[in-house]
C-alpha cells in the first residue's frame, strides 16, 4: 500500500472517530445526527441545540386539549428568533410559528422563556414538534397526540415539596414507566418548599422530564409557591412564568386559578390562597377580594360546562382535620375553603374534588351538604409525593380509607372512560393502596 492510500485510510479514519465522538457532545446523538445528515442532503444544515438553549422542554395545557397545546422551554441567553415546527406524526410538511423570548429574573437569576399555543389541530390525532431558533438549530422531535373521546389515563401528584427531590424524582420515573399511556399529568400544588429559590425550580423542572416533554402538564397553586426566600409572602412569579396554563380566569389572577377540557373532563383548577394573599407579610399587593372574584367566575365556568365529567383540583383540602399538640389544638368539621366551596360543587354537580396541602393520603367517599351522600361529589386527599412530614392527623368522621401510618409517599392515577372514573392510589413501588370508581350513564 502507498504513502498515499494509507494517509487516506487514516484521515478517514480519524474524521470517522471525530464525528462519533463529538456527537456525544450533544444529548441524544444519534437522533440529532440523523436529522442533520439528512438537512445537509437537503442543502440545510441543522445544529442540533445544546442543553443551554433548551432546557426543561414542556407541554403545559391548553383550554381546549383536542385541538391545542402549550408548548415551553428555556434557555441561558436572549434567542429572538425561537420557533416551534410541527407535523403529523410520520409526515414530512411542518408547520411554524414563532415563541416568545421573554427573561425572567428571581433569586439572582436569569433564565429565558420561550412559549407558544399550537392551535387548529385535529382531536384525537398524533403529531410531532421540536423547538428551535431560526432557520437551522433545532431540538429532537417530540410526540404531542391531542384528547378525543377515547379512555385516557391520567398521572396525579401530590405536594412534593422537598429538601432533597431524589425521592419525587424516582416517584415520577417510575409511574411513568408503569403507566406509558398517560395522557395528562397534574400537580396539586406546593411543587416546591420555597417558591422563591432558583434551584429548587431547576431541579423539579428536571425532574419531570419522564414525562415533561411529551405530556402535557396541568398545575395547581400551592401556599409554598407564594413563599420568599425569607419565608414571608408574595406573589408566585416563578410559579406564573414557569407555567403557562389557560388565561381563562380574572386578569388579575391571571393563570392562578383557570380551567380546561380534555377529552369528556371539564377540569377546574381552583387558587386557594387567600390566607397568603391577605398576609401581613406578604411583601405584594394583598387581595382581600381573591374568593369574592373566583366564586364568581367559578359559578360562570361550571354553568358554561358541557363535558359528561367535571373535576376540580384545588390545594387546601376543603375538610379540617383536628390534632393535638403542645400549644395548639384543631377541631375536626370542614375548612373555610370547603364551607365556601362546597355548596358550589353541591349546585353544579361535580363528580370528583381533588386536593393536597395537608401531606396525608384520605378518601373521604361521596359527601353533599356536609354529610356522608352518595349522590354527592366525591372527595379525595391526595397525599404526599415528596419529603415533607406533617402532624399526624385525627381521623375525620367521613374518612372512609386513610392510607397507613405513619404517613408514606404515594402517586394517583384516574382512568377516564365513556362511563366511568377510577381513582387509584400507590405507593411509590407500585402497590396499589385504595380505588373508586365514579360512574354515570
Known amino acids: 500500500m502507498n504513502k498515499s492510500k494509507l494517509l487516506k485510510i487514516i484521515i478517514a479514519i480519524a474524521a470517522l472517530v471525530v464525528l462519533v465522538i463529538g456527537g ?47 408548548i415551553m422551554w428555556q434557555s441561558d441567553s436572549s434567542e429572538a428568533d425561537a420557533v416551534i415546527e ?32 399550537l392551535t387548529g389541530l385535529t382531536p384525537n390525532t398524533k403529531y410531532e414538534y421540536r423547538v428551535g431558533y431560526g432557520d437551522d438549530c433545532r431540538s429532537d422531535w417530540y410526540s404531542l397526540e391531542t384528547a378525543g373521546s377515547s379512555v385516557y389515563d391520567v398521572l396525579i401528584y401530590p405536594d412534593s415539596q422537598s429538601g432533597d427531590y431524589s425521592a419525587w424524582e424516582q416517584i415520577v420515573k417510575d409511574s411513568a414507566h408503569r403507566n406509558p399511556r ?19 425550580w431547576r431541579t423539579w423542572l428536571n425532574s419531570i422530564r419522564p414525562l415533561s416533554a411529551n405530556v402535557p402538564l396541568a398545575t395547581t397553586l400551592g401556599n409554598h409557591e407564594m413563599y420568599t426566600l425569607d419565608w414571608k409572602m ?12 389557560p388565561p381563562n380566569g380574572n386578569e388579575i389572577f391571571n393563570r392562578r386559578y383557570y380551567s380546561y377540557d380534555f377529552g369528556d373532563v371539564h377540569y377546574v383548577v381552583l387558587d386557594t390562597m387567600l390566607y397568603e394573599s391577605n398576609h401581613e407579610d406578604n411583601h405584594d399587593t394583598h387581595h382581600p377580594d381573591l374568593y369574592d372574584v373566583e366564586v364568581q367566575w367559578l359559578r360562570q365556568d361550571l354553568a358554561a360546562n ?14 379540617q382535620y383536628a390534632f393535638d399538640r403542645p400549644g395548639a389544638s384543631r377541631d375536626v368539621g370542614f375548612d373555610d375553603e370547603g364551607v365556601l366551596f362546597m355548596p358550589i360543587f353541591d349546585e353544579f354537580n361535580v363528580d370528583l374534588v381533588l386536593s393536597a396541602h395537608l401531606h396525608t393520603y384520605r378518601n373521604r367517599g361521596h359527601v353533599r351538604n356536609f354529610n356522608r351522600d352518595p349522590s354527592g ?51 411509590p413501588d407500585g402497590t396499589q393502596l385504595d380505588e373508586s370508581v365514579i360512574e354515570k350513564s
Open 24 to 70: 456525544y457532545v450533544y444529548k441524544d446523538a444519534i437522533q440529532s445526527r440523523i436529522a442533520r445528515t439528512a438537512a445537509v442532503v437537503s442543502g440545510q444544515e441543522i445544529r442540533p441545540l445544546l442543553d443551554s438553549e433548551s432546557r426543561y422542554i414542556r407541554q403545559i395545557v391548553a383550554q381546549d386539549n383536542s385541538t391545542s397545546r402549550t
Open 234 to 245: 408574595r406573589e408566585p412569579y416563578a410559579y406564573l412564568n414557569y407555567f403557562a396554563v
Open 182 to 200: 398517560t395522557a395528562l399529568y397534574i400537580s396539586m400544588g406546593d411543587l416546591v418548599d420555597n417558591g422563591e429559590q432558583d434551584y429548587q
Open 86 to 117: 410541527y407535523r403529523l406524526a410520520g409526515s414530512e410538511n411542518t408547520q411554524t410559528i414563532r415563541a416568545t423570548d421573554k427573561a425572567f429574573t428571581d433569586d439572582g437569576s436569569t433564565t429565558y422563556i420561550h412559549e407558544a399555543t
Open 306 to 319: 358541557t363535558k359528561k365529567w367535571t373535576v376540580v383540583l384545588m390545594h387546601r383540602d376543603p375538610f
Open 377 to 427: 361529589p366525591l372527595y379525595i386527599l391526595t397525599g404526599i409525593a415528596g419529603d415533607a412530614r406533617r402532624p399526624k392527623w385525627k381521623q375525620h368522621p367521613l374518612d372512609v380509607y386513610v392510607a397507613p401510618q405513619p404517613e408514606t409517599n404515594n402517586y394517583m392515577s384516574m382512568t377516564v372512560t365513556p362511563n366511568k372514573l377510577i381513582i387509584k392510589s400507590f405507593l
